[in-house]
């Protein structure tokens, strides 16, 4: 079974973001996945309440048992505010046409169909959403400690596995190696 990637580049990122704008919730399920860098059993699990009018997100995760808190950032925030209008407290923030909570073979296509629309070749999956926020995050602040806290990782060298730096790293010293 080959692994997932990351979306590295930030143009094909928005590319995907283009792409699943045609549908609001899916727009705001492949944002949520990307910028908070939950499982998708995680996000698939949220409800309209634990969101609107919320300045964090808190959950237990479905995986560890572990309780999870963080800010919801700047870009989700008015999404999940526009998205939640007239909807109930209680119902699934994810929801199937026949009203039914998104599962996980569902959302795994729309994501897949999105990027092959996009143009994106490498392989992905509902993973990509969590490996591309890993990916971005440790770009943007180099800080392997807190992604492998955020992750509930083991080791660093796992985190760095799991985000795509070690074959980044791997590609790059073969690519600058010339004898």
């Given amino acids: 079974m080959a692994t997932v990637e990351p979306i590295r580049d930030i143009n094909d990122l928005k590319k995907v973001e283009d792409v699943l704008s045609k549908n609001e919730r899916d727009l705001l399920f492949f944002t949520v996945g990307t910028?908070?860098?939950?499982?998708?059993s995680d996000i698939l699990s949220l409800?309209?309440?634990?969101?609107?009018?919320?300045?964090?997100?808190?959950?237990?995760?479905?995986?560890?048992?572990?309780?999870?808190?963080?800010?919801?950032?700047?870009?989700?925030?008015?999404?999940f505010e526009e998205f939640t209008?007239?909807?109930?407290?209680?119902?699934?923030?994810?929801?199937?046409?026949?009203?039914?909570?998104?599962?996980?073979?569902?959302?795994y296509y729309i994501i897949k169909n999105a990027c092959q629309e996009a143009g994106i070749e490498e392989k992905v999956g509902t993973?990509?959403?969590?490996?591309?926020?890993?990916?971005?995050?440790?770009?943007?602040f180099k800080d392997v400690a807190m992604l492998q806290q955020?992750?509930?990782h083991s080791s660093l060298q796992i985190t760095l596995r799991y985000i795509g730096i070690e074959q980044d790293q791997i590609g790059d010293s073969y690519s600058n190696f010339i004898l």
């Fill in 35 to 40: 910028n908070c860098g939950l499982r998708i």
């Fill in 47 to 79: 409800n309209v309440g634990d969101v609107r009018g919320k300045s964090h997100i808190q959950l237990i995760e479905k995986k560890t048992g572990k309780f999870k808190r963080f800010p919801i950032n700047a870009k989700l925030r008015p999404m």
């Fill in 85 to 107: 209008k007239g909807k109930r407290a209680d119902e699934p923030l994810f929801k199937t046409i026949f009203k039914h909570r998104l599962e996980r073979v569902a959302a």
């Fill in 127 to 140: 993973h990509t959403m969590r490996k591309t926020f890993g990916y971005h995050h440790y770009q943007r």
């Fill in 150 to 152: 955020m992750f509930n």
